[in-house]
Nanobody, 119 residues
Framework: QVQLVESGGGLVQPGGSLRLSCAASGSIFNINAMGWYRQAPGNQRELVAAITRGGSTNYADSVKGRFTISRDNAKNTVYLQMNSLKPEDTAVYYC?????????????WGQGTQVTVST
């Protein structure tokens, strides 16, 4: 089992910055990749950014150049640095961990943290 706990959400003005953190515990050695997803009211949950165990990253087109995902293996923590925030970035942000067991990918989720970009 993997437990994920997010922190760092809040209210910020357009153009501002926030950093989200996701602390992993439990069977963390089984985690193949971690990422951040977001879900705005009325929308489906979408991938924002992901990072593999090897450090490869990928981003949604809407956040490229503004958001950066990183990891601190010593602290078992993944971060999402969000700069130049826009109102359309407003959503609940969820941390995700993927564990591959055989041919099946198991998804683990944090509880979510609200990010609101508004004046």
């Amino acid at each position: 089992q993997v437990q994920l706990v997010e922190s760092g959400g809040g209210l910020v003005q357009p153009g501002g910055s926030l950093r989200l953190s996701c602390a992993a515990s439990g069977s963390i050695f089984n985690i193949n990749a971690m990422g951040w997803y977001r879900q705005a009211p009325g929308n489906q949950r979408e991938l924002v950014a992901a990072i593999t165990r090897g450090g490869s990253t990928n981003y949604a087109d809407s956040v490229k150049g503004r958001f950066t995902i990183s990891r601190d293996n010593a602290k078992n923590t993944v971060y999402l640095q969000m700069n130049s925030l826009k109102p359309e970035d407003t959503a609940v942000y969820y941390c995700n961990g993927k564990v591959l067991r055989g041919a099946i990918v198991h998804d683990y989720w944090g509880q979510g943290t609200q990010v609101t970009v508004s004046t």
